[in-house]
Structures are given as structure tokens and as C-alpha cells.
């Protein structure tokens, strides 16, 4: 790393503790047979690992300088099963990834914090072609999406994950682990998107949007929430579609468990626009 600046604007630490890149390795589980897209590789500390494990990495870096160092290293290396792209995750398309592998897809990297909410939306809607993400987040964010009903850190992002996903805790992780040292904490979280929570038939850009509706007024009781909402539900059906549920309407987005969501998203119904006037469109002087 000695002369290697890390860009302030590309949110970048790198990673520097072995030990720390030991444990990620362990608690990612990972198999020989294993395609690993790897994000923001910086210098290499995760790639070369990875490579000795798995069957392929697709690293794919933002950075030119970081880039061209980490080429040069694979190069003099001979690692031959890493294929380095200079690009941006949040444009890498990868369907067609898993698709020449013919496999579904591990994702692994350490994010820089200021596109950890993007790279999560990313894989939510990409969810059928990953197996599995295990990936760095500052400390907040992970509590959010480790959070239990009731707790401050549970909110919308925490349900419309554990949806496609089950999280776990890999590791804690200082800061004195990386270079620069940033200004908080990190986690490790593996999100197994193959152990999702079972909503049956319901579609999941419906469940979005009755979570992220919930929870748009965070000290309002649930059916203040959802009649105050955009959405235009009337109080009364809304109160009927919350006692069917078993769900006290008095009580807030923040209790309501997976269960309790998925029961009163099947309920709702999107609202129907206005029938028009039989003559409207058609009238004539």
C-alpha cells in the first residue's frame, strides 16, 4: 500500500489485517466450485485469497489506480482465474454473469459505506441469480439489517431484505483494520438469498411498497400510516384488513414481525383508480 492514496471520494478504506480477511474467508463458507463477483477489490487483500478457493472471481473495480495496481499484481502473480473489470457495481449487469457460468452467483466485498444502501437495492433485485452475499457495512447499517421487531434499527430496509434473504453476523470489525482508518465500526454480513422468508405468491414490489408505506410515518400507529399514505385506502377497509390480520391498528410499523407484514400485504389491495363516466371520452354536442 506505501504510496497508494486511498480516494476520499470513492468512500475508499482499504482492507489491511489479515486476520480480519482470514476470518471473512471462514465465515463465507466458500466452495471450489464457487463464481464470486467481487466488489471494490482496491489492492487485492480478498482477491488473492479468493482465488486460491474458488473456482472463479470477477473483481470489479471503480478505480483506474486501483485498477492498474491490482492487474499488475495478478500478472506478476500468474493468477489466472481472476477476471478484473474497471467498472462501477452499480452498472455491472449480473444476469449475464451467472448466465455464462451457468450458475447462480456469491457476491463478496467491502463497501464503500457511501453506496451500501445502492449495492442492497442492486442485489434485491437481482436476487434470483445470487446465491449469497457476504459483505462489509458500516456498523449501523448492518445492525438495520440484523434488527429484531421493536428495536430502533428495524425499519423498512430491514424487512424488504429479510424478505429475499436470511442475514447473519459474520464478524465485527475495527477500524484500525483499514486503511485510512475510518470514522466507525464495520460488520460482516452473510445474506443468504437462498433461505428467503416464504410469502407464497405474493409479489415482492407489492410487499416493498406496503413496508416502505408503513413505516412512512415512524411514531404514527399503523393505520394512521396507511390511510395518511399515497396510497388512498379508506379507514374503514383498512381497519377491517388489519383486524382480519389479528394486528391491532393502535400499534406501530416498528412491532409488526415478517409474519405479521406478509399476512397484511396479501390483504391490502392496490388502490383502484376511478371508474370513468360511461359517456366520458365519448359524449357528443
Known sequence: MRGFKAKKSLGQHFLVDRKVVLDILHGARLGPSDVIVEIGPGLGALT????????????????????GELDRR???MSVE?????RGDILRFPLEPVAGRFG????????????????????????????????LMFQAEVADRLLASPGSKAYGALTLMVRYRAFPSLILNVGKESFRPKPKVASKVVDLD??????????DEGWFDTVVRVAFSHRRKTLINS????????PREMVANVLADCGIDPSRRAETLDMDEFIRLAARLKPP????????????RD
Open 103 to 134: 450458475r447462480k452467483l456469491t457476491v463478496v466485498g467491502n463497501l464503500p459505506y457511501n453506496i451500501s444502501k445502492p449495492v442492497l437495492e442492486k442485489l434485491l433485485r437481482s436476487c434470483e441469480v445470487v446465491d449469497r452475499a457476504v
Open 226 to 233: 396507511l390511510v395518511g399514505s399515497g396510497c388512498q385506502w
Open 48 to 67: 488473492f485469497q479468493l482465488a486460491r478457493e474458488v473456482d472463479r472471481v470477477i473483481a470489479v473495480e471503480k478505480d483506474f489506480r486501483a485498477y
Open 193 to 202: 438469498f437462498s433461505s428467503p422468508s416464504d410469502g407464497g405468491t405474493l
Open 74 to 76: 495478478l500478472r506478476a
Open 272 to 283: 383502484q383508480p376511478p371508474e370513468s363516466s360511461p359517456l366520458r371520452g365519448d359524449q
Open 81 to 85: 482465474n481472476v477476471d478484473l473489470v
